[in-house]
Protein backbone atom coordinates (compact mmCIF):
# COMPACT_ATOMS: atom_id res chain seq x y z
CA UNK A 1 0.00 0.00 0.00
CA UNK A 2 0.94 3.43 -0.87
CA UNK A 3 1.28 6.76 1.66
CA UNK A 4 0.84 9.10 -1.42
CA UNK A 5 -1.77 10.94 -1.61
CA UNK A 6 -4.30 10.36 -4.90
CA UNK A 7 -2.65 10.46 -7.96
CA UNK A 8 -4.95 13.71 -9.06
CA UNK A 9 -3.65 15.90 -5.86
CA UNK A 10 0.28 14.81 -6.89
CA UNK A 11 -0.14 15.87 -10.41
CA UNK A 12 -2.22 19.03 -9.41
CA UNK A 13 0.50 19.77 -6.62
CA UNK A 14 3.58 19.31 -9.50
CA UNK A 15 2.18 21.25 -12.09
CA UNK A 16 1.71 24.19 -9.80
CA UNK A 17 5.12 23.57 -8.03
CA UNK A 18 6.36 23.46 -11.59
CA UNK A 19 4.67 26.52 -13.90
CA UNK A 20 5.50 28.89 -10.46
CA UNK A 21 9.46 27.76 -11.29
CA UNK A 22 9.64 27.79 -14.96
CA UNK A 23 6.52 29.58 -16.08
CA UNK A 24 3.52 27.48 -17.82
CA UNK A 25 5.64 27.05 -21.32
CA UNK A 26 8.87 25.88 -19.63
CA UNK A 27 7.56 22.83 -18.30
CA UNK A 28 6.81 19.54 -20.39
CA UNK A 29 4.22 17.23 -19.57
CA UNK A 30 7.02 14.56 -19.22
CA UNK A 31 8.40 16.52 -16.48
CA UNK A 32 5.12 16.71 -14.52
CA UNK A 33 4.51 13.14 -15.00
CA UNK A 34 8.08 12.45 -13.30
CA UNK A 35 7.95 15.16 -10.41
CA UNK A 36 4.44 13.81 -9.56
CA UNK A 37 5.29 9.83 -9.34
CA UNK A 38 2.30 9.01 -11.34
CA UNK A 39 1.89 6.52 -14.98
CA UNK A 40 1.35 8.51 -17.96
CA UNK A 41 -2.31 7.26 -19.04
CA UNK A 42 -3.29 9.01 -15.27
CA UNK A 43 -2.76 12.35 -16.71
CA UNK A 44 -5.41 12.04 -19.57
CA UNK A 45 -7.68 10.13 -17.43
CA UNK A 46 -8.02 12.49 -14.65
CA UNK A 47 -7.32 15.91 -17.70
CA UNK A 48 -8.65 15.22 -20.75
CA UNK A 49 -6.97 18.23 -22.31
CA UNK A 50 -3.50 17.53 -20.70
CA UNK A 51 -1.32 20.45 -19.91
CA UNK A 52 -4.05 23.32 -20.44
CA UNK A 53 -6.41 21.38 -17.80
CA UNK A 54 -3.71 21.05 -15.18
CA UNK A 55 -2.69 24.09 -15.55
CA UNK A 56 -6.63 25.39 -14.83
CA UNK A 57 -6.89 22.67 -11.92
CA UNK A 58 -3.43 24.37 -10.58
CA UNK A 59 -4.43 27.58 -10.32
CA UNK A 60 -7.03 26.84 -8.44
CA UNK A 61 -5.13 25.04 -6.09
CA UNK A 62 -3.10 27.50 -5.36
CA UNK A 63 -5.86 30.07 -5.34
CA UNK A 64 -7.23 27.53 -2.27
CA UNK A 65 -3.70 28.23 -0.86
CA UNK A 66 -3.88 31.57 -1.09
CA UNK A 67 -7.19 31.81 0.72
CA UNK A 68 -6.52 29.99 3.85
CA UNK A 69 -3.54 32.04 3.96
CA UNK A 70 -5.71 35.10 3.90
CA UNK A 71 -8.56 33.44 6.52
CA UNK A 72 -5.54 32.64 9.30
CA UNK A 73 -3.90 36.01 8.80
CA UNK A 74 -7.63 37.73 9.96
CA UNK A 75 -8.32 34.82 12.24
CA UNK A 76 -6.27 36.91 15.52
CA UNK A 77 -6.49 40.41 13.65
CA UNK A 78 -8.41 42.99 15.94
CA UNK A 79 -8.70 45.18 12.82
CA UNK A 80 -9.23 45.08 8.91
CA UNK A 81 -6.09 46.94 8.85
CA UNK A 82 -4.26 44.01 11.32
CA UNK A 83 -5.74 41.29 9.10
CA UNK A 84 -4.61 42.46 6.02
CA UNK A 85 -1.02 43.88 7.14
CA UNK A 86 -0.87 40.30 8.85
CA UNK A 87 -1.67 38.99 5.27
CA UNK A 88 1.20 40.96 3.51
CA UNK A 89 4.25 39.73 5.88
CA UNK A 90 3.15 36.36 5.60
CA UNK A 91 3.22 36.62 2.06
CA UNK A 92 6.53 38.39 2.21
CA UNK A 93 7.64 35.43 4.38
CA UNK A 94 6.87 32.83 1.42
CA UNK A 95 8.50 34.98 -0.61
CA UNK A 96 11.59 35.13 0.83
CA UNK A 97 11.56 31.28 1.48
CA UNK A 98 11.41 30.71 -2.33
CA UNK A 99 14.57 32.50 -3.01
CA UNK A 100 12.68 35.85 -3.55
CA UNK A 101 11.94 34.73 -7.30
CA UNK A 102 9.00 32.98 -7.25
CA UNK A 103 6.37 32.63 -9.70
CA UNK A 104 2.95 32.48 -9.59
CA UNK A 105 0.94 29.17 -11.12
CA UNK A 106 -2.03 31.76 -11.48
CA UNK A 107 -0.35 35.11 -13.33
CA UNK A 108 1.97 32.43 -15.34
CA UNK A 109 -1.44 30.87 -17.28
CA UNK A 110 -2.53 34.44 -17.39
CA UNK A 111 0.48 36.36 -19.18
CA UNK A 112 1.77 33.38 -20.66
CA UNK A 113 -1.32 32.32 -22.91
CA UNK A 114 -3.02 35.78 -23.33
CA UNK A 115 -4.69 34.29 -26.20
CA UNK A 116 -6.48 31.49 -24.07
CA UNK A 117 -9.70 33.23 -23.08
CA UNK A 118 -10.47 30.10 -20.51
CA UNK A 119 -7.43 30.96 -19.04
CA UNK A 120 -8.38 34.48 -18.69
CA UNK A 121 -12.21 33.96 -17.04
CA UNK A 122 -10.57 31.39 -14.65
CA UNK A 123 -8.05 34.33 -13.36
CA UNK A 124 -11.16 36.79 -13.16
CA UNK A 125 -13.00 33.83 -11.11
CA UNK A 126 -9.69 33.18 -8.63
CA UNK A 127 -9.55 37.53 -8.19
CA UNK A 128 -13.33 38.40 -7.27
CA UNK A 129 -13.08 35.22 -5.25
CA UNK A 130 -9.90 36.78 -3.14
CA UNK A 131 -11.78 40.14 -3.59
CA UNK A 132 -14.81 38.99 -1.76
CA UNK A 133 -12.88 36.78 1.02
CA UNK A 134 -11.08 40.09 1.73
CA UNK A 135 -14.28 42.11 1.92
CA UNK A 136 -15.78 39.89 3.82
CA UNK A 137 -13.31 39.52 6.37
CA UNK A 138 -12.87 43.18 6.52
CA UNK A 139 -16.50 43.83 7.41
CA UNK A 140 -16.66 40.84 9.78
CA UNK A 141 -13.84 43.09 11.55
CA UNK A 142 -15.83 46.52 11.85
CA UNK A 143 -15.33 47.71 8.69
CA UNK A 144 -18.40 49.52 6.69
CA UNK A 145 -19.00 47.57 3.87
CA UNK A 146 -18.12 50.47 1.02
CA UNK A 147 -14.81 50.85 3.11
CA UNK A 148 -14.22 46.74 2.88
CA UNK A 149 -14.85 46.96 -0.83
CA UNK A 150 -12.11 49.45 -1.33
CA UNK A 151 -9.61 48.08 1.00
CA UNK A 152 -9.89 44.85 -0.77
CA UNK A 153 -9.70 46.55 -4.33
CA UNK A 154 -6.53 48.81 -3.00
CA UNK A 155 -4.76 45.23 -1.59
CA UNK A 156 -5.31 42.79 -4.54
CA UNK A 157 -4.07 45.37 -7.24
CA UNK A 158 -1.18 47.05 -4.91
CA UNK A 159 -0.29 43.30 -3.94
CA UNK A 160 0.15 42.10 -7.75
CA UNK A 161 2.70 45.12 -8.41
CA UNK A 162 4.11 44.61 -5.21
CA UNK A 163 4.95 40.78 -5.98
CA UNK A 164 6.02 41.95 -9.52
CA UNK A 165 8.33 44.69 -7.76
CA UNK A 166 9.22 41.83 -5.29
CA UNK A 167 10.84 39.82 -8.22
CA UNK A 168 12.16 42.94 -9.92
CA UNK A 169 14.30 43.94 -7.32
CA UNK A 170 14.92 40.70 -5.57
CA UNK A 171 13.35 41.35 -2.12
CA UNK A 172 10.55 41.20 -0.29
CA UNK A 173 10.46 44.83 1.04
CA UNK A 174 8.01 45.99 -1.92
CA UNK A 175 5.39 43.41 -0.80
CA UNK A 176 5.69 44.43 3.07
CA UNK A 177 4.87 48.08 1.74
CA UNK A 178 1.94 47.50 0.75
CA UNK A 179 -0.62 47.97 4.04
CA UNK A 180 1.37 51.94 4.05
CA UNK A 181 0.54 52.14 0.78
CA UNK A 182 -3.39 51.30 1.03
CA UNK A 183 -3.84 52.67 4.64
CA UNK A 184 -0.99 55.45 4.79
CA UNK A 185 1.42 55.51 7.39
CA UNK B 1 15.56 52.43 -52.74
CA UNK B 2 13.45 51.41 -49.71
CA UNK B 3 11.89 53.41 -47.08
CA UNK B 4 12.01 51.02 -44.47
CA UNK B 5 13.76 51.83 -41.70
CA UNK B 6 16.98 50.17 -41.12
CA UNK B 7 16.66 46.22 -40.23
CA UNK B 8 18.07 46.47 -36.34
CA UNK B 9 14.94 48.87 -36.26
CA UNK B 10 12.76 46.93 -37.56
CA UNK B 11 13.61 43.60 -35.68
CA UNK B 12 13.38 44.87 -32.53
CA UNK B 13 9.56 46.90 -33.75
CA UNK B 14 8.35 43.24 -34.96
CA UNK B 15 9.58 41.24 -31.97
CA UNK B 16 8.38 43.87 -29.29
CA UNK B 17 4.92 43.89 -30.86
CA UNK B 18 5.03 39.75 -31.14
CA UNK B 19 5.97 39.43 -27.84
CA UNK B 20 3.45 41.52 -26.48
CA UNK B 21 0.75 39.56 -27.88
CA UNK B 22 1.92 36.08 -27.76
CA UNK B 23 4.87 36.33 -24.77
CA UNK B 24 8.19 35.41 -25.18
CA UNK B 25 7.73 31.66 -25.66
CA UNK B 26 5.20 31.90 -28.16
CA UNK B 27 7.21 33.72 -30.64
CA UNK B 28 9.52 32.25 -33.07
CA UNK B 29 12.29 33.67 -35.13
CA UNK B 30 10.88 32.74 -37.97
CA UNK B 31 7.98 34.56 -37.18
CA UNK B 32 9.64 37.60 -36.12
CA UNK B 33 11.73 37.66 -39.72
CA UNK B 34 8.78 37.41 -41.18
CA UNK B 35 6.84 40.30 -39.85
CA UNK B 36 9.87 42.42 -39.76
CA UNK B 37 10.94 41.67 -43.73
CA UNK B 38 14.37 41.09 -42.46
CA UNK B 39 16.90 38.90 -43.87
CA UNK B 40 17.52 35.89 -42.01
CA UNK B 41 21.45 36.74 -41.68
CA UNK B 42 20.54 40.05 -40.44
CA UNK B 43 19.25 38.72 -37.24
CA UNK B 44 22.15 37.19 -35.51
CA UNK B 45 23.97 39.91 -37.30
CA UNK B 46 22.36 42.41 -35.24
CA UNK B 47 21.93 40.04 -32.08
CA UNK B 48 24.69 37.72 -31.84
CA UNK B 49 22.73 35.35 -29.39
CA UNK B 50 19.10 35.77 -30.92
CA UNK B 51 15.88 35.40 -29.66
CA UNK B 52 17.54 36.38 -26.12
CA UNK B 53 19.03 39.39 -27.59
CA UNK B 54 16.14 40.77 -29.42
CA UNK B 55 13.95 39.92 -26.14
CA UNK B 56 16.43 42.50 -24.17
CA UNK B 57 16.20 44.80 -27.37
CA UNK B 58 12.22 44.87 -27.43
CA UNK B 59 12.04 45.55 -23.98
CA UNK B 60 14.50 48.88 -23.76
CA UNK B 61 12.51 49.93 -26.85
CA UNK B 62 8.89 49.30 -25.24
CA UNK B 63 10.62 51.05 -21.81
CA UNK B 64 11.49 54.25 -23.91
CA UNK B 65 7.79 54.45 -25.40
CA UNK B 66 6.49 54.65 -22.33
CA UNK B 67 9.02 57.16 -21.10
CA UNK B 68 8.31 59.30 -23.73
CA UNK B 69 4.28 58.93 -22.97
CA UNK B 70 5.82 59.59 -19.17
CA UNK B 71 7.64 62.82 -20.34
CA UNK B 72 4.51 64.26 -22.75
CA UNK B 73 2.29 63.77 -19.76
CA UNK B 74 3.99 66.26 -17.94
CA UNK B 75 4.50 68.67 -20.03
CA UNK B 76 1.31 70.97 -19.30
CA UNK B 77 0.72 69.40 -15.83
CA UNK B 78 0.61 71.78 -12.99
CA UNK B 79 1.15 69.56 -10.60
CA UNK B 80 2.94 66.29 -10.08
CA UNK B 81 -0.51 64.66 -9.06
CA UNK B 82 -1.65 66.41 -12.69
CA UNK B 83 1.06 64.46 -14.37
CA UNK B 84 0.50 61.35 -12.93
CA UNK B 85 -2.99 61.46 -13.65
CA UNK B 86 -2.70 62.30 -17.49
CA UNK B 87 0.14 59.22 -17.99
CA UNK B 88 -2.65 56.55 -15.91
CA UNK B 89 -5.30 58.11 -18.46
CA UNK B 90 -2.92 57.88 -21.75
CA UNK B 91 -1.64 54.24 -20.92
CA UNK B 92 -5.82 52.95 -20.19
CA UNK B 93 -6.37 54.66 -23.77
CA UNK B 94 -3.76 52.41 -25.23
CA UNK B 95 -4.62 49.71 -22.87
CA UNK B 96 -8.53 50.09 -24.75
CA UNK B 97 -6.74 50.92 -28.22
CA UNK B 98 -4.64 47.47 -27.81
CA UNK B 99 -8.53 44.91 -27.55
CA UNK B 100 -7.89 45.18 -23.47
CA UNK B 101 -5.64 42.40 -23.31
CA UNK B 102 -2.10 43.92 -24.38
CA UNK B 103 0.58 42.13 -22.83
CA UNK B 104 3.83 43.91 -22.07
CA UNK B 105 7.09 42.47 -23.95
CA UNK B 106 8.67 44.22 -19.97
CA UNK B 107 7.13 41.52 -18.20
CA UNK B 108 6.89 39.20 -20.78
CA UNK B 109 10.69 38.76 -20.55
CA UNK B 110 10.57 38.70 -16.53
CA UNK B 111 7.69 36.32 -16.27
CA UNK B 112 8.57 34.00 -19.00
CA UNK B 113 12.35 32.93 -18.16
CA UNK B 114 12.25 33.77 -14.03
CA UNK B 115 15.46 31.95 -14.10
CA UNK B 116 16.86 33.92 -16.45
CA UNK B 117 19.13 36.14 -14.62
CA UNK B 118 19.78 38.89 -17.35
CA UNK B 119 16.31 39.49 -17.94
CA UNK B 120 15.91 40.17 -14.58
CA UNK B 121 18.67 42.80 -13.74
CA UNK B 122 17.50 44.43 -17.40
CA UNK B 123 13.65 45.24 -15.70
CA UNK B 124 15.06 45.94 -12.53
CA UNK B 125 16.95 48.60 -15.03
CA UNK B 126 14.10 49.94 -16.96
CA UNK B 127 11.86 50.27 -13.46
CA UNK B 128 14.66 52.26 -12.42
CA UNK B 129 14.85 54.00 -14.92
CA UNK B 130 11.12 55.06 -14.79
CA UNK B 131 11.32 55.79 -11.28
CA UNK B 132 13.97 58.44 -11.81
CA UNK B 133 12.24 59.90 -14.33
CA UNK B 134 8.75 60.16 -12.39
CA UNK B 135 10.64 61.61 -9.39
CA UNK B 136 12.06 63.95 -11.49
CA UNK B 137 9.02 64.89 -12.72
CA UNK B 138 7.19 65.58 -10.13
CA UNK B 139 10.21 67.44 -8.26
CA UNK B 140 10.58 70.14 -11.22
CA UNK B 141 6.58 70.39 -11.12
CA UNK B 142 6.96 71.50 -7.35
CA UNK B 143 6.71 68.31 -4.71
CA UNK B 144 9.34 67.87 -2.42
CA UNK B 145 12.15 65.08 -3.17
CA UNK B 146 10.94 62.59 -0.38
CA UNK B 147 7.72 63.14 -1.72
CA UNK B 148 8.45 62.48 -4.95
CA UNK B 149 10.35 59.33 -4.41
CA UNK B 150 7.08 58.16 -2.83
CA UNK B 151 4.96 58.91 -5.25
CA UNK B 152 6.90 57.31 -8.09
CA UNK B 153 7.36 54.03 -5.79
CA UNK B 154 3.14 54.29 -5.84
CA UNK B 155 2.82 54.79 -9.20
CA UNK B 156 5.04 52.21 -10.27
CA UNK B 157 3.92 49.37 -8.11
CA UNK B 158 -0.08 50.15 -8.19
CA UNK B 159 0.75 50.36 -12.01
CA UNK B 160 1.73 46.90 -12.40
CA UNK B 161 -1.04 45.53 -10.53
CA UNK B 162 -3.71 47.60 -12.22
CA UNK B 163 -2.45 46.43 -15.57
CA UNK B 164 -2.54 42.81 -14.30
CA UNK B 165 -5.94 43.78 -13.06
CA UNK B 166 -7.54 45.38 -16.44
CA UNK B 167 -6.31 42.34 -18.54
CA UNK B 168 -7.67 39.87 -15.82
CA UNK B 169 -11.11 41.99 -16.23
CA UNK B 170 -10.93 43.27 -19.33
CA UNK B 171 -11.44 46.90 -18.62
CA UNK B 172 -8.96 49.73 -18.59
CA UNK B 173 -10.96 50.94 -14.89
CA UNK B 174 -8.24 49.43 -13.14
CA UNK B 175 -5.65 51.47 -14.73
CA UNK B 176 -8.09 54.91 -14.28
CA UNK B 177 -8.01 54.22 -10.88
CA UNK B 178 -4.28 53.77 -9.79
CA UNK B 179 -4.22 58.16 -9.20
CA UNK B 180 -6.83 57.42 -6.88
CA UNK B 181 -5.40 54.77 -5.06
CA UNK B 182 -1.85 56.98 -4.84
CA UNK B 183 -3.66 60.14 -3.85
CA UNK B 184 -7.24 59.60 -2.67
CA UNK B 185 -10.38 61.15 -3.29
Given at each position: MSNLPPTRDRLVAAAALLFQRKGYHGVGVAEILEASEAPKGSLYHHFPNGKSDLALAAAHFAAQETLRILDASFE????ARDGITTFCYKLAKLFTLHDNWSGCPISSTLFESPSNQEFRLNTREIFQEWHEATKAHAIAKGAEPENADAMANALWMTLQGAWTMSRVRGTSDPIKQVPMLIFGS
Open positions: DANT
